[in-house]
Structure formats: C-alpha cells, structure tokens
C-alpha cells in the first residue's frame, strides 16, 4: 500500500521553524495498530490523518506513543495541506474529532482555528512536578480536560532557564507540563514538555493555547494577544479570547511531499 505524507512546519513562515508535522489523507482508516506504527516511525510530536466521508473531515492525531484526543499544530498542517494541495478553492474546513468540530480558515497570511477553551484551575502542585523543574514558579494550575500543569513565572528569563527532569515528569502521566510568563517581546511564552507521550519538549503546541488564552486574558486584562513558545525551533501564535472557545492564528509552510509504503 502506498500512502501520501506531507510534512509541515506549523506556525512559522519558514522551513526549520515552528513545529512539524506529518500530514496523511487517507479514503479510509487503517487499524490503529498501523497508523501508531506510522507516527512511531516518523518520530514527530504528531502525525495526523483525516478521510472525507459523507461531506465531512474526520481527523485523527498520534504522537510516536499514543493517540490523544486535541492536537493544534497537526490541524493547522492538515488544513493547510487541504488548502494548498487538496482543495485549493477552499478557504473554510470543518474537521470531526475526539474533541468536537474545530474550525480553520484563511485570513490574510494566516490560518485561524477555533479551539475549544479550557480555562486553567487552582491545583497543589505534584512532588514530582516541582522536583522535575529547576526552579519553583510561582503557581500551579490545571486543565483536567486537556491533561496539563501550568507551572506559572514571573519572566520570560526564568521559562528559558528551567531545565527538566524529564523522568520526574514522565510520571506526570497523562499530564504534561507548561511553563509559562509573561514575555519580553510577546505578552507571553511558553514551554512544554511532554515525555511519557514520546516528546521531551515540544516545539510548539496549539492545544496548550486553550488553557494559556483564558488565563492570561484574564492576567493582562487583553482580549487578543501575541504568544511566542520559546523552544529551539520557536513558534508564534496570534490568540484571541471568545466567549466559549478561542482563536489560534499561525502560518504554516510545506517541507516535504512523498509516500509511504506499507
């Protein structure tokens, strides 16, 4: 069997940028077993496949270990991918998912997702968690429904600092863990680490927006805001609060066109 695979450097305008991920249409599902291999052997933060089925988009999203049910790079590629290769006179998808419909389309320069929101809530912060940071922040939140800490800063100089445990936070599992502050050049940054989903940092990370978005909202008392994970490769985000869900504007370049045989 021979597949198409693209990948694709999401929120950034150039190659080498942003995060990358594999993008694989499909006219149907293969077993789960077959496209975890598949993920497993790209070693990408994610591989998305999506079919078209009955007018609809279904996609679906796996890390080199498991599937997980929100993913925001791995959208912004795959509809990306729709648009410039697949359907080009298209400039509006809807994709079915594990967490409901999310939205894409073409603004100027941008793609604009409409991402549910999970707003950040109070916690007592793990052992573990803060053992597997090098420095203690400042507050520790939650989002259940997304699995994540965010560990909060007091600057951008203490979120690039931070070096991880990543067998401490590996034991985190099913959460991963954000560190975040307000940014120098940005309202905020951002970093996330994610080890027992086979992705020791991620470079940047579209779903961690649901939760970032309400919180420092509220923080900065803005409703749009400019983000920016501060990873190696890095990533900028435009994000916006809506009153249940949230904006997330990124644009995305194409680093490869192949196929895959299985």
């Known amino acids: 069997m021979r597949l198409k695979i693209y990948q694709v450097d999401s929120f950034s305008s150039n190659v080498f940028g942003g995060n990358p991920a594999a993008v694989i249409p499909l006219e149907n599902w293969l077993d789960d077993s077959i496209m975890q291999s598949i993920a497993e052997e790209n070693k990408l933060s994610e591989t998305a496949f999506f079919i078209f089925k009955n007018g609809h988009y279904h996609l679906r999203w796996f890390t080199p270990t498991q599937e997980v049910t929100l993913c925001g790079h791995a959208t912004l590629a795959s509809a990306f991918i729709i648009f410039t290769v697949l359907d080009t006179l298209s400039s509006f998808v809807k994709f079915e998912t594990l967490s409901g419909v999310l939205e894409v389309r073409k603004s100027v320069g941008y793609l604009d997702m409409i991402m549910p929101k999970h707003a950040p ?39 690039r600092a931070i070096e991880p445990n990543l067998l401490l936070l590996e034991k985190l599992h099913p959460y991963g863990v954000v560190v975040t502050a307000p940014g120098d050049k940005a309202d905020f940054v951002s970093r996330y680490f994610a080890p027992s989903y086979g992705i020791p940092e991620d470079p940047v990370t579209g779903s961690n927006h649901c939760g970032l978005i309400p919180f420092w909202s509220k923080k900065l008392g803005k409703q749009k805001l400019v983000a920016r994970q501060i990873s190696k490769r890095g990533g900028e985000l435009r994000c916006e609060e809506l009153k249940n869900q949230v904006l997330v504007s990124g644009q995305a370049t194409m680093y490869l066109e192949g196929e895959i045989i299985i």
């Open 121 to 159: 809530v109070s916690c007592e912060a793990p052992v573990n968690l803060i053992d597997g940071l090098s420095r203690k922040p400042m507050d520790v939140l939650l989002t259940k429904s997304i699995y994540n800490y965010y560990a909060i800063y007091n600057n951008e100089q203490e979120v």
